[in-house]
């Protein structure tokens, strides 16, 4: 008896511990590639380097964070560039054609993108087809709602939208500021919450979560709708840091997203993930691609490189699944 109690304590130790080895593991590896690039440019290490970074990742900071919900539940979302696409669509189109401050097209651009993100969802889960395919059909109709919006012009808003990519602390922008409070927010949702407990219990066996009496459904279309959502956010950010709206904006964004998750030991099999885990990968795929941009890295080579992590995080994601199974 004595033994049984002690399970779930133990069991709580032991993944405490194997997240804390992930950040320590995933700290050393930003660590070490920033010495590197430091050793390799000499203007590497230098606050206006760090500071562009802090205004450029805020739009794959909170994508990522949706992106983390997806791959724990077991999903995937492949239509996230496009549906940023379109929600910074919808925002120039309010601001410029019909006249809408920017506190109230802001908001238009993030329920469009969660409508999308919801529509994933739905049809995912009540027609059980893999998010992976409903997504891609999601990402081109997305597009084309971008391409009729706007015309297939890029829609240039101006300074109306640029206080949110404007430093305001330290050469941070209130949109990096932003990106960090959801990132926190997030940690805590998925770790202290009900939901967050759903979300990896249907990532780990969705089968026992409905024997145990709880409907997984509303749970997944939320994770698909804060998927969408997010995009939104990442839209307003990335409109305000270019002053304008792109209808080709965020193509190739998925895989960026996904990349940064994975790197920070999300396991694309479900069950197992965390919101700052995230974000460590989004810098380290950040950092890496600035480094190799400063080195004078042709364009090739950077994306060569750039997947070579990618494989190499996905092959030890592998192993550290094979570990913890033959620890049980």
């Known amino acids: 008896m004595q033994t049984s109690s002690s399970t779930p304590a133990a069991s709580r130790q032991a993944a405490y511990l194997a997240g804390f080895k992930n950040y320590l593991g995933l700290m050393a590896a930003l660590l070490a590639m920033c010495v590197m690039f430091a050793f390799l440019s000499e203007n590497f290490l230098s606050a206006a380097t760090f500071i562009t970074l802090s205004n450029d ?104 939208v640029d206080v949110i990519s404007s430093p305001i602390l330290f050469g941070m922008s209130p949109a990096f500021l932003s990106a960090i409070a959801i990132v926190i927010i997030a940690q805590l949702v998925l770790t202290r919450t009900v939901l967050g407990r759903y979300w990896i219990g249907i990532g780990t066996n969705e089968e026992a979560v409905r024997l145990s009496g709880v409907n997984p459904n509303p749970s997944k279309i939320l994770a698909f709708a804060l998927m969408g959502a997010l995009a939104g956010i990442a839209a307003l950010f990335q409109v305000s840091r270019l ?23 999300t396991s694309l099999m479900g069950g197992r993930g965390s919101i700052v885990s995230t974000f460590i990968g989004v810098l380290i795929i950040s950092v890496l691609e600035a480094g190799l941009a400063q080195v004078g890295v042709s364009e090739p080579m950077k994306r060569i490189i750039t997947g070579a992590v990618i494989v190499v995080a996905v092959i030890l994601d592998t192993y550290r699944r094979r570990g913890q199974r033959h620890a049980r």
């Open 57 to 160: 990742i805020p739009p794959l900071v909170v994508m990522s964070v949706g992106m983390t919900f997806i791959l724990i539940i077991g999903g995937i979302d492949l239509s996230v560039g496009s549906v940023m696409a379109l929600a910074a669509s919808m925002l120039s189109m309010a601001m410029v054609r019909w006249g809408w401050p920017l506190y109230a097209a802001a908001p238009l651009g993030v329920v469009v993108a969660a409508l999308c993100g919801t529509l994933t969802g739905m049809v995912s889960v009540h027609w059980r087809i893999p998010s992976f395919i409903v997504s891609l059909g999601v990402l081109e109709i997305a597009r084309g709602l971008a391409y009729q919006v706007t015309n297939s012009r890029t829609e240039y808003i101006g300074s109306a």
């Open 243 to 265: 002053e304008a709206a792109d209808p080709n904006g965020g193509v190739g964004m998925e895989l960026q997203v996904i990349a940064a998750v994975v790197i920070g030991g």
